[in-house]
């Protein structure tokens, strides 16, 4: 099959790769409906995380069962299915926790910008929906794999409540997403960060009521300033740098929430400032597989859209386009079909 | 009047100060019933927080209204009242959310290991009983003012909830209260933490179910041993250095909360451990004021009993030995008696 694999920053290649085998009982094989590029593989493309060896590329992914092992049950060939970017049991307690994202078992998925893909923990992973989903679905679907189901934990994990005000830092599909969460949890105000004018648009056709273009400490002066020197009721962190992380702790109320979702690179976070803050926090890779009955029934029944975060859709022979395209911030994200 | 004032490191004297008078409308002048020393005055006790110059000490404290500024409507004198260790107008948005130590317009109290204390904002910030309490009630009324409270929250921050595993980190007045919290709210385990015979004790006639007295990595790994490998669902942490702030995180299930409420000393969160961990933080000041009228109710039905915290009692001339006391660990807590 094709397969796409990452050799070196910035060097990204589609090429021929063993078809994928069911080699645990518990693993399904899936015919990719749909893949794409996710912020976080920015990270190896640009090598900010090291790439020491040709790397299997991709982790959002959903498409058609082709073949189950013989410890799955509750998932069969031909059933149209979206699972989580960590393959989970879901019977673990952490799992039960509805951290699926933490369980004992968990195992990173790998190579999903390809043609086939193999699934551990297939019964506990993967959600199918009921029947096929018409073909205009398919991108909404897709998010939830990861991107939507990220903006909807950062969201929870903020506790947006209805009628809060809520800050998104990031402007980033994830970010976008976060906006479109928030707004379904019935945030009354919700405050974009962005300064590009393209995704300041898709803010607000999410939701979002008010754009700030500043950063740093001018951008918490900003969302200070619209919120009579309270403070945003919670705050949404999705990108993952110390100034990222310094803007949303400070843009949040005493009391109020940060969620974070970007994946922290260089974040230390001061024990006296927090304190003294009284901002609380959580956040992590997201459990998604927690997520996924309740977003496929809002995506199946029209009710949120989140596929719009698809600028640009490819075939996925056309994969190194689609990471240049993010990269150089020219495509909010890229949609691969194979 | 006699006031306690600590000039230098481990000097700390009781000597003659000015009555305080009322200078703001929104004041009132206590007569003190009792006080105590806090185990965060002992950051500066110890040199550790740099003393400048003499500092007026106490921020606990209990006892009869003698004078009201004229805009204070909401208390009189001859009443039994408790106040936090801020200041709060218990108005301001902040105060509103339930986060009265973050109050706009909060003032730190200082000087209260003294005969007589003004008190401002004091509307907001004093609680009246309802008649003057039973004497041998003084004592726990006094925790009330700061470290009953302190645990409450600590307890509250980390979301104990009935039936949850509940770790304490730290032994001290503070960390034994926060036992005694978990357990008013109803936890099925509670592991204190302390290697200190009589605190063990008293943390155990508070509700602790098991001792722990390993600290550090082999602390933790004590927590899992007997969370089946899971870890605590809550983790109360109260001391606030950078190895219990560690331990207290390693501690907590991924989806489990830390409530921090030791001031924080040298402590850096590493960001993505904290990511991966999945666990939530909530701390800071405690909003004590916020809890005062429920724990208010409790001691005097006799619910709880947090004055067993109290293990040495002084008259206030004395306030140098319960420093010392307390510093060289004989005593967990001294309280003062004008």
Same mark, same amino acid.
């Given at each position: 099959?094709?397969?796409?694999? #990452?050799?070196?920053? &910035?060097?990204? $290649?589609?090429?021929?790769?063993?078809? +994928?085998?069911?080699?645990? @009982?518990?693993?399904?094989?899936? =015919? !990719?409906?749909?893949?794409?590029?996710?912020?976080?593989?920015?990270?190896?493309?640009?090598?900010?995380? @090291?790439?020491?060896?040709?790397? @299997? !590329?991709?982790?959002?992914?959903?498409?058609?069962?082709?073949?189950?092992?013989?410890?799955?049950?509750?998932?069969?060939?031909?059933?149209?299915?979206?699972?989580?970017?960590?393959?989970?049991?879901?019977?673990? +307690?952490?799992?039960?926790?509805?951290?699926?994202?933490?369980?004992?078992?968990?195992?990173?998925?790998?190579?999903?910008?390809?043609?086939?893909?193999?699934?551990?923990?297939?019964?506990?992973?993967?959600?199918?929906?009921?029947?096929?989903?018409?073909?205009? #679905?398919? @991108?909404?679907?897709?998010?939830?794999?990861?991107?939507?189901?990220?903006?909807?934990?950062?969201?929870?994990?903020?506790?947006?409540?209805?009628?809060?005000? %809520?800050?998104?830092?990031?402007?980033?599909?994830?970010?976008?997403?976060?906006?479109?969460?928030?707004? &379904?949890?019935?945030?009354?105000?919700?405050?974009?960060?962005?300064?590009? *004018?393209?995704?300041?648009?898709?803010?607000?056709?999410?939701?979002?009521?008010?754009?700030?273009?500043? $950063?740093?400490?001018?951008?918490?002066?900003?969302?200070?300033?619209?919120?009579?020197?309270?403070?945003?009721?919670?705050?949404?962190?999705? %990108?993952?740098?110390?100034?990222? !992380?310094? *803007?949303?702790?400070?843009?949040?109320?005493?009391?109020?929430?940060?969620?974070?979702?970007?994946?922290?690179?260089?974040?230390?976070?001061?024990?006296?400032?927090?304190?003294?803050?009284?901002?609380?926090?959580?956040?992590?890779?997201?459990?998604? $597989?927690?997520?996924?009955?309740? #977003?496929?029934?809002? %995506?199946?029944? $029209?009710?949120?859209?989140?596929?719009?975060?698809?600028?640009?859709?490819?075939?996925?022979? *056309?994969?190194?386009?689609?990471?240049?395209? !993010?990269?150089?911030?020219?495509?909010?994200?890229? #949609?691969? =079909?194979?």
């Amino acid at each position: 099959m094709r397969g796409t694999v #990452l050799y070196a920053p &910035r060097d990204v $290649r589609l090429e021929q790769r063993d078809d +994928p085998k069911i080699t645990e @009982p518990t693993d399904a094989i899936i =015919r !990719m409906t749909a893949t794409c590029v996710c912020g976080s593989d920015l990270w190896d493309y640009r090598g900010i995380n @090291p790439v020491t060896q040709p790397t @299997p !590329m991709g982790h959002e992914y959903c498409g058609i069962v082709e073949e189950v092992g013989s410890d799955v049950h509750s998932i069969k060939p031909g059933q149209f299915v979206i699972g989580s970017f960590f393959a989970s049991d879901n019977t673990c +307690p952490h799992c039960q926790a509805g951290f699926q994202s933490s369980c004992q078992h968990r195992e990173p998925i790998q190579g999903a910008q390809a043609e086939w893909l193999r699934v551990p923990l297939a019964g506990g992973t993967l959600v199918a929906t009921s029947g096929q989903p018409d073909d205009d #679905l398919i @991108p909404s679907l897709l998010t939830l794999s990861d991107v939507m189901g990220t903006g909807w934990f950062a969201a929870v994990a903020a506790r947006v409540q209805p009628g809060m005000t %809520v800050a998104v830092v990031g402007d980033g599909a994830v970010g976008l997403l976060g906006v479109l969460s928030a707004a &379904r949890i019935g945030a009354a105000r919700i405050i974009a960060m962005s300064r590009h *004018q393209p995704r300041q648009k898709l803010a607000c056709e999410f939701g979002a009521t008010d754009i700030i273009t500043e $950063r740093g400490d001018e951008g918490v002066a900003a969302i200070k300033d619209l919120t009579d020197g309270i403070g945003a009721d919670a705050v949404l962190e999705c %990108v993952g740098t110390a100034e990222s !992380m310094t *803007q949303a702790l400070r843009s949040a109320r005493p009391g109020g929430f940060v969620g974070y979702v970007g994946v922290p690179h260089g974040v230390n976070l001061p024990g006296e400032e927090l304190f003294y803050s009284h901002v609380g926090l959580l956040g992590g890779p997201a459990p998604v $597989r927690h997520f996924l009955p309740e #977003l496929i029934d809002l %995506v199946c029944n $029209r009710e949120i859209n989140p596929g719009k975060v698809f600028d640009l859709t490819l075939p996925l022979d *056309q994969v190194a386009e689609g990471y240049r395209a !993010m990269d150089e911030r020219r495509a909010i994200k890229a #949609l691969l =079909r194979p």
